[in-house]
């Protein structure tokens, strides 16, 4: 392939183009659910009946309730979304759809999915649209077309303005405006400057962007390298967890077809612009999400955040001035200098704009990554995207911000998202992840989980996070054994406290978010725990007491013979009883008895 | 400059001055646990905590540089609450051994506790039990009571460039170790002791030998002789409440009698010694062309390790005289017992040092063996020297003024700058000016080597040629230097020094790591100035000028670098490596 110049970008726009086109989501959640399987029956379909249609593998279509997906387009109209779809789903689909031309058709109406009118897909625009590994596929969808706007008009100055009047702020968690990011770092004077992608996304339960780097690499690729012209810099670095080993491999591969194409390396476009771009692995240490912290794990220190100022904006990596967002920031910033910051800014709220990206999991029906506007209320999310719960228990509190975030409960479901008001409820955006609790779920067990994973990522360095969130695990950990005094609970309130107050860095900071918002949400099932010894959740597994209930016992000796510790004793003839002194509360006679006979 | 308040009082300040430093100004010290004025801040202790005025978020006063019209509160309520849930977290992860811990009155973390009057532990006790590493027989770690301020690091990675400490593990796991989980007399460390002597607890602590040198003390059999280093004497006031700097050689002197030592001598008076053969050397290199140039010091054992590990491509250029402390002890069990006519086998050598790599020094190749015994058998640092004395109960700062032993006591004022950086060159410099024209300076001073900058460079003229010379303290100073000679050896350039002084603690010895605690730039500074007003109060300023260095050639040793004074006095090098397994 020979360099592209700029006239030659806009001869890969996708035309309106006659024929069929059949995409299969094939990031990694899908092939897990066996789409490799779905997308070779539908190659054989399609070969067997002689249909003429492009089939595509394409990224993360956001409906992981119901993967593996496949849509069905013609003439470049969406005729339909097929969820659960296996070998035998998809012979049924193309026979009914395409074959008999009946997308209608009764027979495969189980499987056709109806998405929710509310989300708008501004950064997943292209995930589960376009083939990843393909850049012409990007080119299509007005692929670098923001890029090649900002190197006409050439003027970095112009692309701040445009970001400022977008209202962008970053989307890693901390909502910084994104302009004024790039114009500390351009204000500085320096023979080398910075851009990170920071891809070392690690919230338990979130994924959003993983599914962008493997959904549409290109997009925040070009973000970067638009980065690169604003800022003055000319190297950038992917940071990607090494757990993430499709995104990084789509990543690689769009670097080099970029590169092939003239839109990386030496005179970009044919300009005097040039930017490169590698890729490093995280080795896992949740911390190095931290600016910082990434930093020095980029420079091969350990992985401890330093103090701020110095601002990497202003001296970074290698002491240089650099720039570090998040994958959906960068990957909001072609669209933007695309179609004008004016655009963006109607979508949103008054200070938060534009989208944001959302992992919506737990006990909902329709969980998956959704993309909705600033401003849509938590019960929007919830009920009308994520169809309320599955189980039809009542919805308890929704989690967000992952484990630095905190638990809404559900009367304050109707705020609308921002980042300020999710701060005023205790909790934060976050990088995204949103997890729905019902009655089932203990708050406790929520705080200690979430808090045990920030105790386990902490890097150790400050004393505060260090020490404290040991000792709030510790006192987490008694309260939910029945050990715990009424005192603890201030005791907990005080470390918390002097954690957001006194600890280096966001992750010390905000540890104790969960344990803070349940407390205030929630105190009344933390008393009951302490005074009552009773998990009213029924999740604390050392405060059940078991027992038999003897007119269900059918005394089959099951519970006897499972109990570990011959907690059991009796016979058929006397019957069954529990000592609880013996008792490890460890639920095998719970588990086993079929009878519905223990009582816990 | 700008002006910014800190509890409404107006303070002026200097670009990029922390908010810690300024409030100093203002007589305001903000508590802090891992902030020490050598390292750069780490943030780590979360203690130093200060918030804007009007708004609640907390900011760390060591990391945050003050601003044009700050307005800063160092204390209010929830400050002092913060910083006291936060001290009372650091002490949940501490053992509670003060009472039987090296820094039992003497630690920082013990004294912010006692200020913020804890009386309870309202916290679990979450301690890590750790083994203690005593494999340097220096230096002793014992991670278990690291609040992890990182000043060892630092200073072990970023002063000296060693990288022979790190931390290990994360989270509430996170410790201090040598590098790579092994033991720290494996691993690539000095023993410089910088360590401990910037450790705010008692996690770092030198070897101590006390209990040794009160045994050989009361050992009929023995008969025990001491040497006091250089800076030893304007350091060890401060153990007793007297200023950096103040010059005690003569309490020393008197004190350690009272001890039991049966001669007490000085080693400003073999570091006398040690110029007569340096500076005999450098004659020979630079005048005669007898050896390879620069002309590199090697009175620091730190140093010589950090040769012998990291650059032994400079082997060659390495003064091969022993260090004055090697060169006493070796006299001390030769010329001493021959002229006073004591069997030198009951002969017992300790010295009082400010470093605790010379006790590693000791026992470092066969050449310290040069007497037919170990030359020196026992070093204790300052700080344990201080421990000594209160364990004798005398009362020091009263004691009368007495002399030293004369034959190996009295020295130059050359001899008693060794302590400080730049003092070996300036002092060799005094002796070759002389050894090559035959004449003495008629300005001794040397005032372009002196000072606490990490290298210094200048050239002397002596007869009509140029010498040029680096003085460097600090190790990771040391690679500026090497590779300046490097480079110009491989591009066949002029050398760009004849004469190298390196010195492995910031400062010299009396930054030494066995000195008081407490050492900054500023103490620093006052115990060098008390060295050089020791030097200028001197009849004799040069080496060659001490009668009893005379004596001691006319009588025993003949020459400089004769084969005899070869034998006691000078040593070899060889590479070590970094990593034992």
């Known amino acids: 392939m020979v360099k592209l110049s700029m006239a030659q970008l806009d001869s890969f726009k996708r035309k309106k183009e006659d024929g069929v086109v059949v995409r299969v989501g094939m990031s990694s959640c899908g092939v897990a659910a066996g789409s490799k399987d779905t997308f070779q029956k539908i190659q054989s379909e399609l070969k067997a009946n002689g249909i003429d249609a492009e089939l595509m593998k394409c990224g993360c279509l956001g409906m992981c309730y119901a993967e593996p997906l496949v849509e069905i387009e013609r003439h470049g109209v969406l005729e339909g979304t097929y969820g659960n779809v296996d070998a035998k789903a998809a012979a049924e689909i193309i026979q009914h759809h395409l074959v008999k031309g009946n997308p209608q058709a009764a027979e495969i109406s189980k499987y056709r999915i109806v998405t929710s009118e509310k989300q708008i897909r501004i950064v997943l625009r292209n995930c589960g649209v376009i083939d990843p590994e393909n850049i012409e596929d990007y080119l299509a969808q007005d692929g670098y077309q923001g890029l090649k706007k900002v190197l006409t008009k050439g003027a970095p100055d112009k692309v701040l303005e445009e970001l400022k009047l977008s209202g962008l702020r970053g989307r890693g968690g901390g909502g910084f405006p994104t302009w004024m990011k790039w114009s500390f770092a351009r204000g500085v004077q320096a023979d080398q400057k910075f851009i990170i992608c920071n891809g070392d996304e690690g919230d338990p339960g ?25 800022v003055g810099a000319s190297r950038g670095f992917f940071y990607i967890r090494a757990e993430y080993p499709l995104a990084i491999e789509r990543i690689q591969k769009a670097i080099d077809q970029a590169h092939e194409y003239g839109l990386l390396g030496e005179h970009i476009l044919g300009t005097k612009f040039s930017f490169d771009l590698e890729v490093r692995l995280g080795a896992g240490a949740f911390v190095c999400g931290e600016e910082t912290a990434l930093i020095a794990s980029i420079e091969g220190k350990r992985g401890c955040p ?39 800014s109607q979508i949103g709220t008054k200070d938060s704009k534009g989208t944001k990206v959302f992992a919506l999991t737990g006990k909902v029906k329709n969980t998956g990554l959704v993309e909705v506007p600033m401003g849509i209320t938590l019960r929007e999310i919830v009920f009308d995207i994520g169809g309320g ?5 009542k919805i308890k509190a929704i989690q967000t911000g992952g484990p630095s975030g905190g638990v809404i409960p559900e009367q304050f479901f109707d705020t609308p998202v921002d980042y300020e008001n999710l701060q005023k409820l205790g909790s934060i955006m ?6 729905v609790m019902d009655e089932d779920d203990c708050m406790i067990d929520i705080a200690k989980f979430y808090l045990g994973f920030c105790v386990d990522e902490s890097c150790g360095k400050c004393a505060p996070c260090r020490i404290g969130g040991t ?12 050990k715990a005094s009424e005192d603890d609970l201030a005791k907990m309130r005080r470390i918390s406290v002097a954690m957001q107050k006194a600890s280096l860095c966001g992750l010390g900071q905000t540890a104790s978010n969960p344990v803070l918002s349940t407390l205030q949400y929630f105190e009344e099932e933390y008393r009951t725990h302490i005074k009552d010894k009773r998990c009213p959740a029924g999740k604390c597994s050392q405060l059940f007491n078991y027992s038999i209930i003897q007119e269900k016992c059918r005394r089959c000796t099951l519970c006897q013979r499972n109990c570990p510790v011959g907690a ?7 019957g069954f009883w529990i000592v609880p002194e013996k008792c490890i509360r460890c639920g095998q006679c719970f588990e086993v008895c079929k009878f519905g006979a223990i009582k816990r | 400059m700008g002006k910014a308040i800190i509890n409404d009082i107006p303070v002026e300040f200097e670009d990029g001055m922390t908010i810690l430093d300024a409030a100093k100004r203002v007589q305001v010290n903000i508590p802090t646990l891992c902030k020490h004025p050598d390292v750069a801040a780490s943030g780590a202790c979360g203690i130093c905590i200060v918030k804007v005025k009007g708004t609640r978020k907390m900011i760390r006063s060591c990391c945050t540089p003050i601003e044009e019209g700050m307005n800063i509160i160092t204390h209010d309520t929830e400050l002092v609450a913060t910083r006291r849930t936060v001290l009372e977290l650091i002490l949940s992860n501490h053992p509670n051994d003060c009472l039987k811990c090296g820094r039992n009155n003497n630690c920082e973390l013990q004294n912010m506790v006692a200020d913020f009057g804890i009386r309870e532990e309202n916290f679990k006790k979450v301690v890590r039990e750790l083994p203690i590493d005593r494999s340097t027989k220096t230096i002793i770690l014992e991670p278990s009571k690291c ?23 994360r989270g509430v796991e996170t410790r201090i170790s040598a590098a790579g989980d092994i033991k720290l007399g494996e691993s690539p460390c000095v023993r410089c002791g910088q360590c401990s002597a910037h450790c705010p607890t008692g996690a770092i602590f030198e070897h101590d030998d006390t209990i040794k040198v009160w045994e050989v003390l009361q050992d009929p059999d023995k008969h025990c002789v001491v040497q006091i280093a250089p800076s030893v004497r304007v350091a060890v006031g401060e153990g007793f409440g007297m200023k950096p700097g103040t010059n005690l050689t003569k309490k020393l002197y008197a004190l350690l009698r009272r001890l039991g030592f049966k001669a007490v001598f000085d080693t400003n008076f073999s570091a006398d010694v040690t110029i007569m053969e340096e500076a005999t050397e450098f004659v020979q290199r630079f005048v005669y062309k007898k050896g390879p140039l620069p002309l590199i010091t090697t009175c620091c054992p730190s140093w010589v390790d950090f040769m012998e590990k990291f650059h032994t491509d400079m082997i060659e250029h390495f003064s091969s005289a022993k260090s004055p402390q090697e060169i006493m002890g070796a006299l001390a069990k030769t010329y001493y017992p021959e002229t006073r006519k004591i069997d030198p086998s009951k002969v017992v050598v300790v010295s009082i040092m400010p470093c605790t790599a010379k006790k590693y020094e000791i026992s470092r190749s066969q050449d310290m063996f040069a007497s037919g015994y170990q030359d020196t058998d026992l070093v204790l640092t300052t700080r344990e020297l201080i421990r000594m004395i209160k364990q004798a109960g005398i009362d020091f700062e009263n004691l009368p003024d007495e002399d030293p032993d004369h034959l190996m006591g009295d020295y130059s004022g050359a001899g008693t700058i060794f302590g400080t950086t730049g003092g070996v060159m300036e002092a060799a410099l005094r002796t070759a000016y002389h050894f090559i024209t035959k004449e003495n300076l008629k300005d001794v001073e040397f005032m372009d080597v002196r000072g606490l900058e990490g290298v210094k460079e200048t050239s002397v003229t002596i007869q009509g040629s140029k010498v040029n010379i680096a ?22 350039e002029p050398l760009p020094y004849h004469f190298i002084e390196v010195m492995a603690c910031p400062g010299g010895c009396i930054g030494g790591g066995g000195q008081p605690y407490g050492v900054s730039n500023e103490v620093r500074a006052a115990r060098a100035q008390g060295l050089y007003e020791d030097d200028e109060a001197s009849v004799t300023r040069c080496s060659h000028d001490n009668p009893f260095v005379k004596k001691l050639y006319a009588e025993y040793l003949g020459a400089p670098l004769s084969e005899k004074a070869h034998h006691l006095l000078h040593t070899k090098y060889k590479p070590r490596p970094e990593y034992k397994r």
């Open chain 1, 471 to 482: 000792q709030l695990l510790g006192y987490l950990k008694d309260i939910s054994e029945g």
């Open chain 1, 430 to 435: 976050g990088s995204g992840g949103m997890i």
């Open chain 1, 206 to 230: 979130a994924y959003m962007d993983r599914s962008v780097l493997e959904g549409d690499p290109h997009s925040v690729l070009e973000g970067m390298i638009i980065a690169g012209f604003t």
């Open chain 1, 389 to 393: 719960t599955a189980n039809g228990k």
């Open chain 2, 147 to 169: 609040i992890k301020c990182g000043r060892c690091v630092t200073v072990c990675q970023e002063t000296q460039n060693v990288w022979a400490l790190s931390f290990l593990e």
């Open chain 2, 471 to 492: 003085v460097a303290h600090g190790l990771s100073n040391v690679e500026y230097v090497l590779n300046k000679v490097r480079q110009a050896k491989e591009n066949n």
């Open chain 1, 306 to 344: 330093t103090p701020r100022p110095p601002y990497p904006s202003v001296k970074g990596l290698w002491g240089k001035p650099t720039v570090i967002n998040n994958v959906e920031t960068l990957a909001n910033v072609p669209v933007i200098l695309n179609k004008g910051g004016e655009w963006f």
């Open chain 1, 568 to 574: 059991i004793p009796g016979d058929r003839e006397q």
